[in-house]
Nanobody
Framework: QVQLVESGGGLVQPGGSLRLSCAAS????????MGWYRQAPGKQRELVGT???????GYADSVKGRFTISRNGAANTVYLQMNKLKPEDTAVYYC???????????WGQGTQVTVSS
């Protein structure tokens, strides 16, 4: 089973930017689809965005136009660029593989993103 490690979170002011990384233990081109998820305190985990092996991306309405998923195959890493951050983006962010439209692998520790002035 592929291992995924998230990093890059931190404290940022509203309107700021962060780039999260998801490092995979295997070639990301062997994974049909990957997703970024987040879980805010007291809320269920939600899908933020996805990227297929073909490079197609999709985003939740709440982040569309602000967040961008990209990848570096040589580094086996998928990124989540987050711009124009809002306090409601505060959450623990996770990456996972996707199969049949659902997260498939074990959840890692995630990376905390806090948007606050």
């Amino acid at each position: 089973q592929v291992q995924l490690v998230e990093s890059g979170g931190g404290l940022v002011q509203p309107g700021g930017s962060l780039r999260l990384s998801c490092a995979a233990s295997t070639s990301i081109f062997s994974i049909k689809a990957m997703g970024w998820y987040r879980q805010a305190p007291g809320k269920q985990r939600e899908l933020v965005g996805t990227m297929t092996v073909g490079g197609y991306t999709g985003y939740a309405d709440s982040v569309k136009g602000r967040f961008t998923i990209s990848r570096n195959g040589a580094a086996n890493t998928v990124y989540l660029q987050m711009n124009k951050l809002k306090p409601e983006d505060t959450a623990v962010y996770y990456c996972n593989t996707i199969q049949a439209g659902y997260p498939f692998g074990s959840w890692g520790q995630g990376t905390q993103v806090t948007v606050s002035s």
